[in-house]
């Protein structure tokens, strides 16, 4: 793999937080206050306040993402959202997130085939993987995150697809999300690179570009530790991202950053 510059991003996961018009109000506030295009900036609301956040960032340059989707196109499925209903509403989608794992039995099976509705919609998917504190403690933090990527890979592996996702890997460690603790920069660093090998390692095209976010405990003041590092791409933040003043000083920080790398290398 050869180094390349990727694009830095700051994308903002609400969970289960907002109604329509506290999004649209929240929504508003961090587009005025992150103003900055130098990196890409993503919120990814609850479904029902989609559209809300979608008509209030329109012409920002925020752009806006679901939380999930469905593993079907559609069918007799209560309550789901699936890929084509998000059209026109979302151009990017959290895939894996933990608490899905972990609430709703997500399998990196049924996660592989979110990827592939992703795919086909056109929705830049954000792969979440991480390990838990006990997988970390026994020294298989890399082993895990590997397993994640090989599982989610196999519904595209093989059908030529993989280069055509826009794939973006958030490494979150389930021990620290919403837990106020957070990695260390360097051991981030270091999954980082072992996604990007791994993902090589899977077939997928040009693994050295896909962006690598981190994702757990991210705030204004830690935000600086992991974006020093070269091989972390930028950040999925979930409750620092309900803050205006905390999106405001993440995604300067990252900007920081991302004008700094691109002049290091303008070429790219
Ligand atoms: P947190 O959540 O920033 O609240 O730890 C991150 C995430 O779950 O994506």
Redesign the pocket.
């Known amino acids: 793999m050869t180094t390349v510059a990727r694009p830095v991003l700051v ?1 903002a ?1 609400w ?1 289960m937080h907002t109604t329509p018009l506290e999004a649209s109000d929240l929504a508003v506030a961090i587009a005025a206050a992150t103003s900055d295009d130098a990196i890409g900036r993503v919120i990814c609301p609850p479904f029902v306040a989609l559209a809300a956040v979608a008509a209030a960032v329109a012409g920002t340059g925020v752009e806006v993402g679901a939380q999930n989707v469905h593993d079907r196109p559609f069918g007799a499925h209560t309550g789901e959202i699936s890929a084509p209903m998000l059209r026109g509403l979302a151009s990017w989608c ?1 895939v894996g ?3 899905r794992r972990r609430d709703q039995a997500e399998t990196d099976d049924v996660i592989g085939r979110k990827l592939e509705r992703c795919l086909e919609s056109g929705l830049r998917p954000i792969l ?1 993987v991480g390990e838990r504190l006990a997988e970390r403690e026994a020294g298989l933090a890399e082993v895990t995150v590997r397993d994640q990527l090989k599982g989610a890979s196999s519904a595209l592996t093989g059908k030529g697809e993989l280069g055509q996702a826009g794939l973006v890997v ?1 490494y ?1 460690p389930v021990w ?5 603790r957070t990695a260390r920069g360097v051991d981030a660093a270091v999954m980082a690179e072992a996604i990007r090998d791994a993902l090589d390692a899977l077939g997928w095209p040009d693994a050295a570009a896909i962006p690598v976010l981190y ?5 204004s003041s830690t935000m600086a530790e992991f974006i020093a590092e070269p091989s972390i791409d930028g ?7 309900l803050k205006v003043d905390e999106m405001a000083g993440i995604v300067a920080r990252a900007a920081l950053t991302a004008r700094a790398r691109v002049a290091q290398d303008p070429v790219g």
């Open positions: 994308v996961n969970k959290i997130h933990s608490e979440c958030a979150e620290a999300i919403g837990t106020g994702g757990g405990s991210v705030t950040a999925l933040v979930g409750g620092a991202s």
